[in-house]
């Protein structure tokens, strides 16, 4: 698959609901961020204050923080289709109803919870926020750069893979807790589904012929 390396697609079963169920074969583990392409696709822009609310939970972890509700609008031309992964923020991935059912709803539920989205103006259109709760001590500190004061955000990551949860499609880190990172079985299956429509970049690959991308968190 273009852009995504280090890691074969998993093989996909149906479960009793018709929802596709993900199983997850590591070769070669990898970590990627995924955002929109800039392409001629529509992209939900969060409400403010509940991003604001989102990033609080993430950040602090505090049971009266975690969002109930996100809204958001959809922002490019009209005459554009809409994107199935529709939110270049870091911590707010967004799918689509058809993208959920293809990838299999109950594999993204292991990393979080799917929380319908309200968009303004658009109320038969069906997108979840995967609000990711599995927040996994796994980046090697001492081979990683030193995360950044404000946000925590590590430039040049380096994961234990004692430690990394190869199983899930995603999680988050306590020093960088306010981004999902995707592993590469779930990224390579998410853009085999969207076509041209997902960007990821390559965080780190313990493939040595892999080239993690220079600023994966940097627009």
């Known amino acids: 698959m273009d852009g995504v390396e280090g890691q074969s697609a998993p093989d996909t079963t149906t479960n009793t609901n018709g929802d596709a169920m993900t199983e997850t074969p590591e070769k070669s583990p990898a970590v990627y961020r995924l955002l929109p392409r800039l392409a001629e696709y529509q992209q939900l822009t969060p409400n403010s204050w509940d991003l604001r609310q989102l990033k609080r939970w993430q950040r602090l972890g505090a049971e009266e923080d975690r969002p109930v509700q996100f809204r958001a609008e959809w922002a490019g031309e009209r005459n554009w289709p809409k994107g199935d992964f529709p939110s270049g923020y870091p911590g707010a991935p967004i799918l689509s109803r058809r993208l959920i059912d293809r990838f299999g709803g109950d594999a993204l539920r292991t990393a979080g919870t799917l929380l319908p989205v309200d968009i303004e103006g658009a109320k038969g259109d069906e997108y979840h926020l995967l609000l990711v709760e599995q927040v996994v001590d796994c980046l090697d500190l001492r081979r990683s750069s030193k995360p950044k004061k404000l946000n925590g955000e ?66």
């Open 154 to 219: 590590v430039k040049n990551a380096v994961y234990r893979t004692d430690a990394l949860p190869a199983h899930l499609p995603a999680f988050r880190l306590p020093q960088f807790a306010g981004a999902v990172q995707w592993n590469g079985w779930a990224a390579e299956r998410l853009v085999e589904l969207t076509g041209d429509q997902i960007e990821a970049r390559l965080c780190w690959s313990e493939s040595p012929t892999a080239v993690p991308h220079p600023d994966p968190w940097g627009l």
